[in-house]
């Protein structure tokens, strides 16, 4: 428990989920809203969708490898005075999707400040070893085979967008076999000022696209295009686009937003997206020293 509380506020957790909780109580009043099996009925627990929340949240920011051993041996033991309508493990496994609209509106409350200096990648989101994806079943007909430098995978892309911070501005999941440039139009709608990605993302016309929209897309030349002029801090920040890498490592390594244990589709969504949150939650993010040593920050800048 104590490795816990050194990670995260997990008062701060629960007092941000259940205020934002209260304010769409009365949406999830409507069983619409709610995820369902067909000919399931409407589950009741003591439990509050706020609690739920914050204990999954908890988890994976918890360094703990399995759940149920997060669960089992402290969540049951020493919260319960903190959470006094527990339940079993089973049944809070059953619960859990009944909080992923709120976990997926709440993540995006959650989102960094947009500065003008965005980075871009994607990560691959394995559902199982590709020796067994023959076999695979729980996540059939939305899953695809998907290849980069590292090998094939089966599963999800997860495309990130960060500021410089190293905070969270945008999201989507896809397919493994999607290409990378399809998902930049709808997530970088809001966004202004510089987006600098891998050679991955070189596209005349996604160049143009963007630029109309204020927003310049920076990569780096593959060895056969012709050579072109760039800024000095256009390629300074192109060898810190592995910040975004950096925060790839910590979802996987520290936050676990992935591993080949689901057995539903809405709970790795709930456990996608409380790894998002977790991650913001996190005391200190992979960020980059834009300010100089011994001169006064600079007031931010104007696109």
């Given at each position: 428990m104590d490795s816990i509380v050194s990670r995260l506020d997990l008062t701060q957790i629960f007092c941000d989920v259940d205020d934002f909780c209260q304010q769409f109580e009365q949406l999830w009043q409507q069983q619409s809203q709610l995820p369902s099996m067909l000919g399931e009925k409407r589950s009741r627990s003591q439990m509050q969708l706020s609690e739920i929340?914050?204990?999954?949240?908890?988890?994976?920011?918890?360094?703990?490898?399995?759940f149920k051993d997060f669960y089992t041996l402290t969540v049951?033991?020493?919260?319960?005075?903190?959470?006094?309508h527990l339940v079993s493990y089973n049944r809070f496994v059953e619960l859990m999707p009944w909080c992923l609209m709120l976990l997926c509106c709440f993540l995006h409350t959650r989102k960094g400040e947009i500065t003008g200096i965005q980075f871009i990648d994607s990560t691959p989101i394995e559902v199982?070893?590709?020796?067994?994806?023959?076999?695979?079943?729980?996540?059939?007909?939305?899953?695809?085979?998907?290849?980069?430098?590292?090998?094939?995978?089966?599963?999800?892309?997860?495309?990130?967008?960060?500021?410089?911070?190293?905070?969270?501005?945008?999201?989507?999941?896809?397919?493994?076999?999607?290409?990378?440039?399809?998902?930049?139009?709808?997530?970088?709608?809001?966004?202004?000022?510089?987006?600098?990605?891998?050679?991955?993302?070189?596209?005349?016309?996604?160049?143009?696209?963007?630029?109309?929209r204020g927003l310049q897309l920076v990569t780096k030349s593959k060895k056969k295009m012709k050579q072109r002029l760039v800024k000095l801090m256009d390629k300074i920040f192109l060898r810190k686009r592995a910040l975004i890498e950096s925060v790839n490592d910590q979802l996987k390594?520290?936050?676990?937003?992935?591993?080949?244990?689901?057995?539903?589709?809405?709970?790795?969504?709930?456990n996608l997206l409380s790894g998002l949150v977790?991650?913001?939650?996190?005391?200190?993010?992979?960020?980059?020293?834009?300010?100089?040593?011994?001169?006064?920050?600079?007031?931010p800048a104007i696109f």
């Open positions: 929340m914050t204990i999954v949240i908890a988890f994976h920011g918890s360094g703990a490898r399995t049951q033991p020493h919260w319960r005075k903190a959470f006094p199982c070893h590709p020796r067994r994806a023959h076999a695979h079943k729980v996540f059939k007909d939305l899953v695809a085979w998907g290849k980069n430098s590292v090998g094939w995978h089966f599963g999800f892309k997860l495309h990130l967008i960060i500021n410089e911070q190293g905070e969270l501005l945008a999201f989507q999941l896809t397919p493994a076999n999607t290409d990378d440039r399809q998902p930049v139009p709808d997530l970088t709608q809001d966004l202004i000022g510089q987006l600098f990605g891998d050679r991955g993302y070189i596209s005349q016309k996604l160049f143009e696209q963007l630029y109309q390594n520290i936050c676990q937003i992935q591993h080949s244990r689901h057995r539903s589709v809405f709970n790795f969504l709930v977790a991650y913001t939650y996190q005391p200190k993010l992979p960020s980059l020293d834009l300010q100089p040593k011994g001169l006064p920050a600079l007031p």
